[in-house]
């Protein structure tokens, strides 16, 4: 079995970023549902998720509208028009909002040092050990009595 790794935080659809990756997991949930199986490889996905909780609140939905998205439209683009349309956020408030998100999370140098896409070196290791071992297990917590609360 091959670990799966969204797409980087960084890319962008409709003037957003994250929404590429929120959208996939939202596809990869749908699945790990539809099958009775765990896809996730341990991430969290929608109003679970910080981020993720973040931008639902700005595009005004949740994770129950963008599963029933994903499971009608096949196609991502679809599905992050529809969503943007929905949530009347013009593209000056989506750019914003995103540069906003950049900054507050630190370019999410975290996620792409631990997700392999910031080069070998030290400086990935430094930043893998901070996210993975002081970081994560405070967020995953968090994110467990999220969800049995729920």
């Known amino acids: 079995m091959t670990s799966w790794v969204p797409c980087s935080a960084l890319d962008s659809i409709e003037e957003m970023v994250w929404l ?4 996939q997991k939202a596809r990869r949930h749908e699945a790990a549902r539809a ?20 931008f639902l609140g700005f595009l005004r939905t ?23 349309e929905r949530s009347g956020r013009t593209a000056e408030e989506r750019r914003a909002f995103s540069a906003q998100i950049r900054r507050s999370f630190f370019s999410f140098e975290l ?6 896409r910031t080069p070998r070196g030290l400086r990935r290791t ?15 917590r968090r994110a467990e009595r ?3 609360d729920r």
């Open 20 to 23: 590429p990756r929120l959208l």
């Open 35 to 54: 099958s009775g199986l765990d896809l996730m490889n341990g991430y969290q996905y929608g109003n679970n998720d910080f981020i993720d909780a973040k």
């Open 62 to 84: 949740d994770d129950h509208r963008i599963s029933a998205l994903v499971r009608e439209h096949p196609d991502d683009r679809t599905v992050a028009y529809i969503v943007v």
């Open 111 to 116: 996620l792409e040092a631990d997700e392999g």
């Open 126 to 140: 430094l930043l893998c050990v901070f996210y993975n071992h002081l970081m994560m297990p405070c967020v995953t």
């Open 146 to 148: 999220a969800r049995r």
